[in-house]
Structures are given as C-alpha cells and as structure tokens.
C-alpha cells in the first residue's frame, strides 16, 4: 500500500502543463542562440566600413611588416567586436525572452486560463521592466517605461491572439486525426494502476 500511495503522489506533483504555454527553458536558449547570431551579424556588417580604411592603410605602406602588422591588429580588432556583438546580443535578448515566457507562463498559472491578455501582460511587464533598467535621467526612464509598456501591449496582442488561433487549430487537427487518444491515455493509466494493484495483493 506504501508504494500505491507514493505513485499516487507522483503523479499527483507532476502537473500537466498548460496547452499552449511555451516551454521557459527552451524559449530562453533559442532567444540567447538568436541574440548571438543578430548582435555577431550586426558587428560583423558595421566593421566593414573600418577594414575598408584598413586597405587603404595598407595601400599607403610600403613595408611589409607593417602591413602584416595592421592585417593582424585589424583581425584582431573584428574578432573582439564580432564577439563582443554576439556576447551582449545573447544576454539582452535571452534575458528578455527568459522574461517574456516566464511572466506568460506565470500568469497562465495564476489565472488558470491561457488567453490573449497572459501575452499582452507579459509583453506590456517586460517591455516596461527592460525600459525602466535602460541607462538615462528618472524622466527618462519614466518615459521608457510607460512608452514600453504600451508598445509591449500593442505588439503583443496581435501575437497573442495568432497564437491561441494557431493552438486551437493544432488542437482540432490533433483531435480529428487521433479521436480516441485521450480514451486510450486514460485506459492505459488504469490498466497500469490494476497490474500495480494485483501486485500488490499478491
């Protein structure tokens, strides 16, 4: 009996997650793997400008030393910058995403529903909170965090209702081509809890 009650109470811990919420985790990695890939990109675009001035430093230098000098500290120059780029990139974007999919998943738990204003909220909290934390004067930061919170709002609810029509396409497809999973989900749990029960009595 010991052992029913402790797999009672492990399936009771375990609560299903909410159809529609985005896994935290992986949203986070995904958002760091973007943020990596813009900000590298982004410097990597912006430093053409300085290697084109690099040639033409090499152009005016007749010594070959100091022309693999300046190939070598403008290699290593790009490499900082690119780098640097894909680093700051990774972290703003990942924090923002970690934010945005934690306060969404936050408050589909709190409300109990997963709706259009769960994205809007997130949205409109982060955008706000990454306003408020952005370097400038109080009234500056006031600025960004009402500006942030109403831009966040507005972009979000577009998103947000896409969203939840696409789940609940996904949804009715899911039920038309498998009608009976649910049934055979239910009948496997209690196929599973009889073998445990007979087990146990033996």
């Not at 006031?142 to 979000?156: E, F, H, T």
């Not at 498998?178 to 599973?192: E, I, K, L, M, N």
């Amino acid at each position: 009996m010991e052992a029913l009650e402790k797999s009672e109470e492990t399936v009771s811990n375990n609560t299903p997650r909410m159809a529609g919420t985005v896994n935290w985790g992986t949203a986070t990695v995904i958002g760091v793997f973007a943020g990596m890939m813009y900000g590298g990109s982004k410097e990597a675009a912006a430093s053409v400008s300085k290697d084109a001035e690099v040639m033409l430093k090499l152009g005016s230098t007749p010594d070959k030393r100091e022309q693999h000098r300046l190939m070598r500290d403008a290699m290593e120059k790009r490499f900082i910058r690119v780098t640097r780029g894909s680093i700051v990139g990774g972290v703003r974007l990942g924090m923002f995403t970690a934010a945005f999919c934690g306060l969404q998943d936050l408050l589909a738990e709190k409300r109990g529903v997963h709706d259009v204003f769960n994205v809007v909220g997130a949205g409109s909290a982060t955008a706000a909170t990454f306003g408020l934390i952005m370097p400038g004067s109080l009234l500056w930061r006031a600025r960004n965090v009402v500006l942030g919170s109403v831009l966040g709002a507005a972009i979000c609810f577009p998103i947000g209702w896409l969203q939840l029509k696409l789940i609940e396409k996904a949804n009715e497809s899911n039920m038309a081509a498998h009608p009976d999973s649910d049934q055979r989900a239910r009948s496997g749990v209690g196929a599973a809890i009889d073998r445990l029960e007979e087990n146990l009595s033996k």
